[in-house]
C-alpha cells in the first residue's frame, strides 16, 4: 500500500488555467504572421491601464 505525501509547499495544478492556456496557444497557432504582428504592436494600447503614471516612481520595500 502506497501512502500519500503531502503536498506543502507544492502548488496544485489549476484546471481552469491549463485549460486557458491550451486554448490561447490553440488561438495563437491558428494566427499568421500579419496577425501576431498587428496583435503585438496593439499590446501597450490593450494594457496601458498597467503602466503606472506619469512622473511617478514605484517604491518597492526592502
Wanted: aromatic share 4%.
Amino acid at each position: 500500500m502506497s501512502y500519500l505525501k503531502p503536498s506543502i509547499g507544492r502548488p496544485r495544478r489549476s484546471s481552469c488555467a491549463d485549460e486557458a492556456l491550451r486554448a490561447e496557444l490553440g488561438r495563437i497557432s491558428r494566427m499568421t504572421i500579419e496577425e501576431r504582428v498587428k496583435a503585438a504592436l496593439t499590446l501597450r494600447e490593450r494594457f496601458d491601464w498597467l503602466q503606472p503614471e506619469a512622473g511617478k516612481r514605484i517604491q518597492l520595500e526592502k
